[in-house]
């Protein structure tokens, strides 16, 4: 038997023909006839050819990141405590010619928040109801992710979800993001045409759009050489997925994230205006910075029901999470009973003879019978 599957996984053996007349390389017992391999060169020159792109893909990449990176190093460095790293890339190893990179993570100077940015390659392909309908996004996002210190989240920092989108990023937003599932979509005049607003309350909507000092977030949005590099900006205080279970409080915190299109190398001091409103938005939802009309924060310009609303929404939320989840428990223990249950039924007809074996499968049928009749005359 052996033999014989040795046979069939054996391969035949080279025809060394002696009437071959191509050119041969021989080395020891190693004969090689070019004239063999048609195809193989044509594999090759495909599997170089990517590696090529690979590496020039790799090496036009790190070099858009680290011009955008130089450009706004002046601005980061005036707002982290931490020296930025002449180099702030750590490489993301992945299958693309243009691998994602990652802007290292520094503490702000100011007692607000911290910040962390990350630059990542985000590709996606969507076709929809078997229609002929190709959405292809190929582009380098710039996302910068500030969080908010305990002290300024207790007090100054309202517990909501509000978000400007581009309309273009809105398709499945709400499944890459949970926590916009707080939301109303609405439009806002003093926005262009081609932004949303995600809001759960008008008035938070109102606070932030309004003239804050030297900060007019509605005249940055609507410049159009920012305007084209916008993405998304987005105040929460959910994760941005849907948790199993209702996170304890040691674990939750409020982030502003300010979302880009990575700009070309030429282009590249496009976003300074976006990045520098992010950093007076954050210094006026804190209620710290030279920002008027934010004393005491956000928290501190919304009505008193909208404050608890927002509350009775989060508590909502969290009942339903929590009552799923012992859902799911619940439907665990039941599933690891019958399992138990349908074991030991079957250790016990195991230890009987063949007789009654077949006695009690005659039983069991009947009572199954008997149930599916029961069921049908109820419905």
Same mark, same amino acid.
């Given at each position: 038997?052996?033999?014989?599957?040795?046979?069939?996984?054996?391969?035949?053996?080279?025809?060394?023909?002696?009437?071959?007349?191509?050119?041969?390389?021989?080395?020891?017992?190693?004969?090689?006839?070019?004239?063999?391999?048609?195809?193989?060169?044509?594999?090759?020159?495909?599997?170089?050819?990517?590696?090529?792109?690979?590496?020039?893909?790799?090496?036009?990449?790190?070099?858009?990141?680290?011009?955008?990176?130089?450009?706004?190093?002046?601005?980061?460095?005036?707002?982290?405590?931490?020296?930025?790293?002449?180099?702030?890339?750590?490489?993301?190893?992945?299958?693309?010619?243009?691998?994602?990179?990652?802007?290292?993570?520094?503490?702000?100077?100011?007692?607000?928040?911290?910040?962390?940015?990350?630059?990542?390659?985000?590709?996606?392909?969507?076709?929809?109801?078997?229609?002929?309908?190709?959405?292809?996004?190929?582009?380098?996002?710039?996302?910068?992710?500030?969080?908010?210190?305990?002290?300024?989240?207790?007090?100054?920092?309202?517990?909501?979800?509000?978000?400007?989108?581009?309309?273009?990023?809105?398709?499945?937003?709400?499944?890459?993001?949970?926590?916009?599932?707080?939301?109303?979509?609405?439009?806002?005049?003093?926005?262009?045409?081609?932004?949303?607003?995600?809001?759960?309350?008008?008035?938070?909507?109102?606070?932030?759009?309004?003239?804050?000092?030297?900060?007019?977030?509605?005249?940055?949005?609507?410049?159009?050489?920012?305007?084209?590099?916008?993405?998304? %900006?987005?105040? @929460?205080?959910? =994760?941005?997925?849907?948790?199993? !279970?209702? /996170? +304890?409080?040691? *674990?939750?915190?409020?982030? &502003?994230? %300010?979302?880009? @299109?990575?700009? =070309?190398?030429?282009?590249?001091? !496009?976003? /300074? +205006?976006?990045? *520098?409103?992010?950093?007076? &938005?954050?210094?006026?939802?804190?209620?710290?910075?030279?920002?008027?009309?934010?004393?005491?924060?956000?928290?501190? *310009?919304?009505?008193?029901?909208?404050?608890?609303?927002?509350?009775?929404?989060?508590?909502?939320?969290?009942?339903?999470?929590?009552?799923?989840?012992?859902?799911?428990?619940?439907?665990?223990?039941?599933?690891?009973?019958?399992?138990?249950?349908?074991?030991?039924?079957?250790?016990?007809?195991?230890?009987?003879?063949?007789?009654?074996?077949?006695?009690?499968?005659?039983?069991?049928?009947?009572?199954?019978?008997?149930?599916?009749?029961?069921?049908?005359?109820?419905?």
């Amino acid at each position: 038997m052996a033999s014989l599957l040795l046979s069939f996984l054996t391969p035949p053996p080279v025809n060394l023909s002696p009437d071959y007349e191509g050119t041969e390389y021989r080395w020891k017992f190693i004969t090689i006839r070019p004239a063999f391999f048609q195809n193989e060169p044509y594999f090759i020159a495909g599997i170089l050819l990517f590696i090529a792109l690979y590496f020039w893909g790799k090496r036009v990449n790190q070099s858009r990141v680290n011009k955008w990176f130089d450009t706004h190093t002046p601005l980061l460095e005036a707002q982290f405590s931490m020296p930025i790293p002449a180099n702030g890339l750590t490489e993301t190893p992945t299958g693309s010619t243009s691998p994602p990179a990652v802007v290292q993570s520094s503490p702000c100077t100011r007692p607000s928040p911290s910040a962390r940015g990350t630059i990542s390659s985000n590709t996606s392909t969507n076709s929809d109801g078997g229609l002929m309908e190709l959405d292809y996004k190929a582009a380098d996002a710039v996302e910068l992710d500030f969080t908010f210190n305990a002290p300024a989240s207790a007090s100054a920092v309202p517990d909501c979800v509000w978000a400007v989108i581009a309309k273009d990023e809105m398709k499945g937003i709400r499944t890459r993001r949970w926590d916009f599932t707080f939301t109303k979509t609405t439009d806002n005049p003093t926005l262009p045409p081609s932004l949303t607003v995600m809001s759960e309350f008008a008035d938070i909507t109102t606070s932030l759009l309004k003239p804050l000092g030297a900060l007019d977030l509605p005249a940055v949005l609507s410049a159009p050489a920012t305007l084209k590099y916008f993405r998304s %900006l987005s105040i @929460t205080d959910q =994760p941005r997925t849907r948790p199993s !279970a209702p /996170l +304890p409080q040691s *674990q939750r915190s409020k982030h &502003l994230i %300010l979302e880009l @299109t990575l700009p =070309p190398p030429s282009d590249a001091a !496009a976003t /300074l +205006p976006l990045l *520098q409103a992010a950093f007076q &938005l954050v210094d006026a939802i804190a209620g710290e910075g030279k920002a008027s009309g934010m004393r005491g924060g956000l928290a501190a *310009q919304l009505r008193p029901e909208t404050k608890n609303k927002l509350k009775k929404t989060r508590e909502e939320v969290e009942k339903q999470i929590r009552e799923e989840a012992k859902r799911e428990q619940r439907e665990e223990e039941e599933e690891k009973r019958a399992t138990a249950k349908r074991k030991a039924e079957e250790e016990r007809l195991s230890r009987l003879s063949a007789a009654d074996q077949k006695k009690a499968l005659d039983r069991e049928k009947k009572r199954a019978m008997r149930k599916s009749q029961t069921r049908m005359k109820v419905r």
